[in-house]
């Protein structure tokens, strides 16, 4: 995530938003985000709602066997459609910012 903050203004520059979801709560995610100096947004899914609609579930693969979303990246264009993704099963291995913009680029 610190990848993307560092390219923030890139998104921006091509009018895309950067947000993360997690099972965090609000507080949780404020906490990181002003630890970390995160200026994107974080929304909290406690429930996993969102998180089921989008496929990512890892049922009892966070701490004390708790719901948590797996590591993804998900473009979403302006209508709600998914344009591009990038899924894993470990949290290490993510997308370089990079790699999201030049998806973007070929869209």
Same mark, same amino acid.
């Given at each position: 995530m610190?990848?993307?903050?560092?390219?923030?203004?890139?998104?921006?520059?091509?009018?895309?938003?950067?947000?993360?979801?997690?099972?965090?709560?609000?507080a949780?995610?404020?906490?990181?985000?002003?630890?970390?100096?995160? !200026?994107f947004?974080? &929304?909290? +899914?406690?429930?996993a709602?969102?998180? /089921?609609?989008?496929? *990512? $579930?890892?049922?009892?693969?966070?701490?004390?066997?708790?719901?948590?979303?797996?590591?993804?990246?998900?473009?979403?264009?302006?209508?709600?459609?998914? !344009?591009?993704?990038? &899924?894993? +099963?470990?949290?290490?291995?993510?997308? /370089?910012?990079?790699? *999201? $913009?030049?998806?973007?680029?070929r869209?």
């Amino acid at each position: 995530m610190r990848g993307f903050e560092q390219h923030l203004n890139e998104f921006h520059q091509r009018g895309v938003e950067v947000v993360a979801i997690s099972v965090d709560s609000p507080a949780e995610s404020q906490k990181l985000c002003q630890s970390r100096g995160y !200026r994107f947004p974080f &929304l909290s +899914d406690p429930k996993a709602e969102t998180i /089921r609609q989008y496929g *990512v $579930l890892h049922p009892k693969g966070g701490e004390e066997g708790k719901d948590i979303a797996r590591p993804a990246e998900f473009l979403v264009d302006a209508g709600g459609t998914i !344009r591009w993704v990038n &899924l894993t +099963d470990d949290i290490r291995v993510r997308a /370089r910012p990079e790699s *999201v $913009l030049a998806a973007i680029d070929r869209l």
